[in-house]
């Protein structure tokens, strides 16, 4: 089942002309996924997931604030919610201050590009506090009916890679790529397909 998902999903990447992966299809392939494994482990490695998204483009982040290891601390506690050794409220207040940092605090001068990645980071930690796979699972059928704190991380990160946001003038081969690596290496490697 999943490796029909993600031929489906491949085929539709490639009919998408600004190199876009829909929603539908990567909760389609996040639902297969799931059932790959038990709930812990599934749990396990769709945040390992995100993190590989949020490494995919942290070079945009370190691009724009050299220095700045604010990005890998939300994917620490990510980390370390996962292992239980952080509590979930701890995680979450140290996610809403990133956030706040990120949105509020933060000027992206040029482009908006290292501001997603802050805010992949962010969501990451968030998806780290939703332990039932099912629950991780947006029910929106498009990501332009989310808001930015309610995106997913890959598609926070496929937009830091195309410097723009579906729909928006961006990097479509950029992000067409972003995908590209997400369904042939990312979920192979972390799903041990």
Same mark, same amino acid.
């Given at each position: 089942? +999943?490796?029909?998902?993600?031929?489906?999903?491949r085929?539709?990447?490639?009919?998408?002309?600004?190199?876009g992966?829909a929603?539908? *299809?990567?909760?389609?392939?996040? &639902?297969?996924l799931?059932?790959l494994?038990d709930?812990?482990t599934?749990y396990? !490695?769709r945040v !390992?997931?995100?993190?590989?998204?949020?490494r995919q483009?942290?070079?945009?982040?370190?691009?724009?604030?050299?220095?700045?290891?604010?990005?890998?601390?939300?994917?620490d506690?990510?980390?370390?919610?996962?292992?239980?050794?952080?509590?979930?409220?701890?995680? &979450?207040? /140290?996610?809403d201050r990133?956030y706040?940092?990120? +949105?509020?605090?933060?000027?992206?001068?040029?482009?908006?590009?290292a501001?997603?990645v802050?805010?992949? /980071?962010?969501n990451?930690?968030?998806?780290?506090?939703?332990?039932?796979?099912a629950?991780?699972?947006?029910?929106a059928?498009?990501?332009?009916?989310l808001?930015?704190?309610?995106?997913?991380?890959s *598609?926070m990160?496929?937009?830091?890679?195309?410097?723009?946001?579906n729909?928006r003038?961006?990097? &479509?081969?950029?992000?067409?790529?972003?995908?590209?690596? *997400?369904?042939?290496?990312a979920i192979?490697? +972390?799903?041990?397909?």
């Amino acid at each position: 089942m +999943v490796a029909r998902l993600l031929a489906e999903a491949r085929r539709a990447l490639a009919d998408d002309p600004e190199g876009g992966l829909a929603l539908r *299809y990567r909760t389609a392939l996040w &639902g297969g996924l799931a059932g790959l494994s038990d709930a812990r482990t599934g749990y396990e !490695r769709r945040v !390992r997931l995100n993190q590989a998204c949020v490494r995919q483009v942290l070079d945009r982040w370190d691009a724009h604030f050299p220095g700045d290891r604010g990005v890998e601390a939300m994917l620490d506690v990510a980390t370390r919610r996962v292992a239980g050794t952080i509590e979930d409220e701890a995680a &979450g207040d /140290a996610r809403d201050r990133f956030y706040v940092e990120v +949105v509020e605090n933060r000027r992206y001068p040029g482009d908006a590009s290292a501001m997603f990645v802050g805010l992949a /980071a962010a969501n990451t930690v968030m998806e780290a506090r939703i332990e039932d796979n099912a629950d991780a699972i947006p029910e929106a059928e498009d990501d332009e009916q989310l808001d930015p704190e309610a995106c997913d991380t890959s *598609y926070m990160c496929a937009s830091a890679a195309a410097r723009g946001l579906n729909g928006r003038p961006a990097d &479509g081969a950029a992000r067409r790529a972003f995908w590209t690596w *997400y369904l042939d290496t990312a979920i192979p490697q +972390v799903y041990g397909l």
